[in-house]
């Protein structure tokens, strides 16, 4: 089988390079995904998908198969901004091929775990893998801002109910085993405006927060001093409202960024906000992130969303490890992501086993000339059809 897989691997590698460049050199900036998707969706219909929809947020969901045991891969197509374009190597949306490396925003994360996965699918298809199986490649949009949620609406709009799912982000062909959870927090205080002049007849919003931000940086010590995989806490931004520079500022507002340890859940961070705030007027909230998909939906995400993890002994994580193997010739290197993926949605969500595997090294995600090996596009590739082969 992986000899076949190999062969079949071997010639189809030119032309998913060449979709891999086209990809690239879309500027699919969050919600403004229109023509990467539409490149997608025309690339299954062409590679023989059995179905292939765009789902109302503008994610694209493509099927091959149709047995019983569902299996869901994933990926973003979304892409962080270039603003320091002219400082590149190779221009952030060139798709320069030199030296067996692809350049460019997004070819770490993630299109080239999406272009893999369209192709998987395609050679899954092609070498008769999917007897008793129905493989889903969802290509979703909005990540970047929204983990998890548009995954979750292309699996609960698509009435999908995988037994596996698989995300690709860039793992440096590590197997990712999980990553800690993301909450975001608002923290409010009000004051009483007065002229600047005259600032002890108002109440100063900003001076009311300062002992809160000094909270915050405690709660962090003693999460970080914690034992094992840890939450942690940073304050990320601050507001504050005032009438003019003359005036003594009425509101002031801080952003928190919580990184959940497994386990953490919304009553124990509840509890850890209402200390932070004991015995001063502040008020605390979930922080909503929203935004506007490219099809014009409105995108909200209440941010609170807890670590997951897939345990190395279960079928998924045993199956990852044998194609891996199959494929790499070696066993893999198993770890945890340090950031968050859409496995929010599957895995935290839906307790959909879950695992991760993508082309690319992660430290040039969101970096200047981010770019990805050629070969590992093609092992990723190829590792997607073993696992299934192994599923
Ligand atoms: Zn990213």
Redesign the pocket.
């Given at each position: 089988m992986i000899q076949e897989i190999k062969r079949e691997m071997e010639a189809a590698k030119a032309d998913m390079l060449e979709f891999e460049r086209k990809l690239v050199q879309i500027e699919s900036y969050t919600g403004k995904e229109e023509a990467a998707s539409k490149l997608i969706c025309a690339k299954m219909k062409e590679l023989g998908y059995d179905e292939v929809v765009i789902d109302p947020y503008g994610s694209v969901l493509g099927r091959v198969g149709d047995g019983d045991t569902e299996i869901l891969f994933d990926a973003h197509i979304d892409v962080?901004a270039a603003e320091d374009a002219e400082e590149w190597e190779h221009g952030p949306f060139s798709g320069d091929v030199e030296d067996g490396i692809v350049w460019g925003r997004g070819t770490v994360?993630t299109k080239s775990s999406a272009v893999a996965m369209v192709y998987a699918g395609y050679l899954m298809k092609k070498l008769n893998l999917l007897e008793g199986k129905k493989v889903y490649i969802s290509t979703s949009v909005m990540e970047?801002d929204f983990d998890g949620e548009l995954l979750d609406r292309v699996m609960t709009g698509n009435n999908l109910h995988p037994s596996f799912a698989v995300i690709g982000e860039p793992s440096n062909m590590k197997l990712a085993l999980g990553h800690r959870g993301r909450a975001m927090y608002v923290i409010r205080t009000k004051g009483i405006s007065a002229h600047g002049s005259a600032p002890e007849t108002g109440e100063n919003a900003v001076y009311k927060m300062a002992e809160l931000i000094t909270r915050v940086d405690k709660l962090n010590q003693k999460l970080s001093a914690q034992e094992g995989e840890k939450g942690s806490v940073a304050l990320t931004r601050i507001e504050s409202r005032s009438a003019s520079l003359n005036a003594v500022p009425d509101g002031c507002a801080i952003y928190l960024d919580r990184r959940l340890a497994l386990g953490e859940d919304e009553a124990k961070v509840a509890a850890e906000m209402d200390e932070l705030v004991a015995g001063t007027d502040a008020q605390w909230e979930i922080y909503d992130a929203k935004g506007t998909s490219w099809t014009g939906k409105p995108v909200v995400l209440r941010t609170f969303l807890p670590a997951w993890e897939a345990k190395k002994d279960e079928p998924l994580a045993q199956a990852g490890i044998r194609a891996y193997r199959e494929i790499m010739g070696r066993d893999p290197e198993l770890f945890k992501w340090d950031f968050a993926t859409n496995g929010f949605a599957c895995a935290g969500r839906y307790h959909v086993p879950t695992i991760g595997l993508g082309p690319g090294d992660y430290v040039f995600?969101?970096q200047k000339n981010e770019r990805c090996k050629v070969e590992d596009i093609e092992n990723a590739c190829m590792f997607y059809v073993g696992l299934v082969a192994n599923l």
């Open positions: 962080v994360d970047e995600a969101h």
